[in-house]
């Protein structure tokens, strides 16, 4: 059974910073792409950060420069370093985790991220 769990979420003020994390068993975690998403309310859903198996990264144009993606394979656990947040970046952010060759997807649960004074 493949399990996602994220944590990390909070309160933060403008300008502040968050870490999230992603704890996932179940999958042979080190040939996965791991990413996270969010969602704010009234908007699509969207990519935020990705990094893959061999540690190549990609970021949504907003949050390039502020967010930082990793991934410690020896932990099952993928990282999402969040600086300089914004009103803006208030979402649910999930964990996404896809195995390559058959484009199967796992998601968390999401963990709430509110940026606000």
């Known amino acids: 059974q493949v399990q996602l769990v994220e944590s990390g979420g909070g309160l933060v003020q403008p300008g502040g910073s968050l870490r999230l994390s992603c704890a996932a068993s179940?999958?042979?975690?080190?040939?996965?792409?791991m990413g996270w998403y969010r969602h704010a309310p009234g908007k699509q859903r969207e990519l935020v950060a990705a990094?893959?198996?061999?540690?190549?990264?990609n970021y949504a144009p907003s949050v390039k420069g502020r967010f930082t993606i990793s991934r410690d394979n020896a932990k099952n656990t993928v990282y999402l370093q969040m600086n300089s947040l914004t009103p803006e970046d208030t979402a649910v952010y999930y964990c996404?985790?896809?195995?390559?060759?058959?484009?199967?997807?796992?998601w968390g649960q999401g963990t709430q991220v509110t940026v606000s004074s």
């Open positions: 990094i893959a198996h061999d540690g190549s990264t």
């Open positions: 179940g999958i042979w975690f080190s040939l996965c792409t």
């Open positions: 996404n985790a896809q195995i390559p060759t058959t484009r199967t997807d796992f």
